[in-house]
């Protein structure tokens, strides 16, 4: 009976110790599920997420900018190459590893880019419970085989077709309303880099199509004598963030608290110049220095930081990387 006895508890005890170790198991498999789920794929890019941070302070907005924030893009397309039907054609039945790219679509980093979104322009992936249009909507799937074969091979590996198309889901048209070389990241130095904006015809489950903006950059590798997409990274706008949650959203009042009250760099900040949507704020540093910190403007009104630029001895704007962040967290 004794015998019978420690055999129960032990067979309790192992019984216990299996639904602990399952437990385990399982809360790591939901934190990896919740890890691999965090990187959204739109349009064939990663899709980044704007964080709240210090900077977002709440603000109402005044009433003379209102409508900047509020109003949609009217710059006009730049996607407008004309891509024959009969070189679509000839690649939907191919597998996207046997498309053959003519070589005259990737010739420069600037051919690769407005083809590859003329190409996108009138694709369209709308699904169930988000539709649009009342027929047949452009060129409908067509263009995304060949669309995929702008991307490096590299870039294939990780992003399969069948996940590249699954990205472009609920979209029914793409216009590229801006574009313009820009730094290379530091972090991805082998890479040429291209700023876009992206303007959308999205459907929805209301029954009616709406507009939708997306920024980025675009990363262009050299393959042979030809130019590919090595990589793709996108955030969404949001018309709503910015009238409501100041000064971060405009560029001149980023430079003065980011780099004046948090930095004590600023000595005298000059008059901002504006061409189109690219504003330059120069300002003398207390260092004795100048400095350029440059803007592009987004169709949602807010100023996003593309570059910082330092003049050197010889009078030439020199690249730098200044981290105005870390001089607020020095303060607090």
Known sequence: MRFLFF?????????????????????AYSMYSKSASAVRIVMGGRL??????VETATAHPEKDYDEKYFRPSNLPIINTKVIKSDLLLEQQDKDPSEIVMPEQLLKTPEDTLLNYFSILK????????????????????LPYPLAYGFLTSDHQKKLSYSKYLESFKGIGHINLI?????????????YL???????TI??????????AYYYGYVFIAREGNRYRIADVKLWGEDF?????????????????????????????????????YVKDIFFEGTDGKDYLIKFFQLTNGTD?????????????WELVTLEPEKCLQEKQ
């Open 202 to 211: 999205e459907g929805s489950s209301k029954g009616v199509t709406y507009f």
């Open 122 to 141: 009138h694709a369209e992936n709308l699904e169930e419970g988000r539709t649009g249009g009342c027929g047949t909507v452009g060129e409908a799937k």
């Open 178 to 190: 801006k574009l313009k070389g820009v730094p290379k990241d530091k972090k991805q130095p082998e």
């Open 193 to 199: 880099r291209y700023f876009v904006e992206l303007e």
């Open 304 to 316: 996003t930081e593309i570059a910082q630029y330092r003049k050197n001895l010889s009078g030439l």
């Open 240 to 276: 709503l963030c910015a009238p409501y949650h100041g000064w971060a959203h405009n560029a001149e009042a980023s430079v003065d608290i980011r780099y004046g009250e948090w930095c004590k760099l600023i000595k005298k900040r000059y008059p901002t110049k504006c061409d189109g």
């Open 7 to 27: 055999r129960k508890k032990n067979l309790i005890k192992c019984v216990i110790s299996g639904l602990f170790i399952l437990l385990c198991l399982l809360l």
């Open 48 to 53: 980044q997420m704007e964080s709240e941070t």
